[in-house]
């Protein structure tokens, strides 16, 4: 399994403020952005002894980036996000300087066709990115909050002994929440009655698609068909 390490865990001493004497050509115009590595690189390694990865994706990957001020930059360049941290990375596709975005310059992101959104413009947690999985940013939307968080192997654990399961892990948490242009994220659960709570004016029709679609599993792709659904 592929992980990507950082090298620079200790951020604010690792990264510098960027000055055009450090940046040249097109990554200037990111560069403003954000924070500099000072001199190192993020490094691609196998690691067969950690399950899961606090990065998203798990290698690079193309995308673009619109900040507050509303410009748009995405032709070459390639985007990680660690979901521990909630840190988000640029560099140029074939560069090894990398750039931390300030989490302020960001309103929306998207990495490899996933499309986040920063948290304070929603009434989400600020310098939090929240995924959205359906529906229209005027409308009735779905998000998808990820912390990832590290959990060390318990070697004194019993049934982990049993199963030989000795492998840290890196763990998602993941919180779902609705928003509509009246109302600000709310946290959910993924069952009809959450949604009627969460959407009392779509009661009607959530129950209708329930209906319609009671051989269906509720999981994370049949609430976003239905919130597609209630966008119609």
Same mark, same amino acid.
């Given at each position: 399994?592929?992980? !990507?390490?950082?090298? &620079?865990?200790?951020?604010?001493? $690792? &990264?510098?403020? !960027?000055?055009?004497?450090?940046?040249?050509?097109?990554?200037?115009?990111?560069?403003?952005?954000? /924070?500099?590595?000072?001199?190192?690189?993020?490094?691609? %390694? $196998?690691?067969?002894?950690?399950? #899961?990865?606090?990065?998203?994706?798990?290698?690079?990957?193309?995308?673009? +980036?619109?900040?507050?001020?509303?410009?748009?930059?995405?032709?070459?360049?390639?985007?990680?996000?660690?979901?521990?941290?909630?840190?988000?990375?640029?560099?140029?596709?074939?560069?090894?300087? !990398? +750039?931390?975005?300030?989490?302020?310059?960001?309103? /929306? %992101?998207?990495?490899?066709?996933?499309? %986040?959104?920063?948290?304070?413009?929603? #009434?989400?947690?600020?310098?939090? %990115?929240?995924?959205?999985?359906?529906?229209?940013?005027?409308?009735?939307?779905?998000?998808?909050?990820?912390?990832?968080? &590290?959990?060390?192997?318990?070697?004194?654990?019993?049934?982990?002994?049993?199963? #030989?399961?000795?492998?840290?892990?890196?763990?998602?948490?993941?919180?779902?929440?609705?928003?509509?242009?009246?109302?600000?994220?709310?946290?959910?659960?993924?069952?009809?009655?959450?949604?009627?709570?969460?959407?009392?004016?779509?009661?009607? /029709?959530?129950?209708?698609? &329930?209906?319609?679609?009671?051989?269906?599993?509720?999981?994370?792709?049949?609430?976003?068909?239905?919130?597609?659904?209630?966008?119609?």
């Amino acid at each position: 399994m592929l992980f !990507v390490f950082l090298s &620079f865990f200790a951020l604010p001493q $690792s &990264f510098a403020q !960027v000055s055009n004497a450090q940046i040249k050509g097109n990554f200037s115009e990111i560069a403003k952005l954000g /924070r500099l590595q000072g001199g190192e690189s993020l490094q691609n %390694f $196998s690691n067969n002894n950690v399950k #899961g990865t606090r990065y998203f994706p798990e290698d690079w990957a193309t995308g673009s +980036i619109t900040t507050n001020s509303g410009e748009t930059i995405a032709n070459g360049y390639v985007f990680l996000l660690d979901k521990q941290n909630q840190d988000l990375y640029v560099k140029e596709q074939n560069s090894s300087e !990398v +750039i931390l975005l300030g989490k302020d310059q960001v309103k /929306r %992101f998207t990495i490899d066709h996933h499309t %986040f959104l920063e948290g304070s413009q929603m #009434g989400g947690e600020p310098g939090t %990115f929240y995924e959205q999985l359906a529906g229209k940013e005027n409308g009735i939307a779905l998000y998808k909050l990820t912390k990832t968080i &590290f959990i060390k192997a318990n070697k004194q654990d019993i049934e982990r002994i049993k199963r #030989g399961d000795f492998e840290d892990e890196y763990k998602d948490d993941i919180t779902y929440f609705i928003k509509t242009p009246t109302q600000l994220l709310k946290k959910i659960k993924l069952n009809e009655n959450n949604l009627i709570k969460a959407l009392p004016t779509e009661s009607k /029709r959530i129950k209708e698609y &329930f209906n319609t679609h009671q051989n269906n599993e509720v999981d994370q792709d049949f609430i976003s068909a239905l919130i597609n659904y209630l966008n119609v």
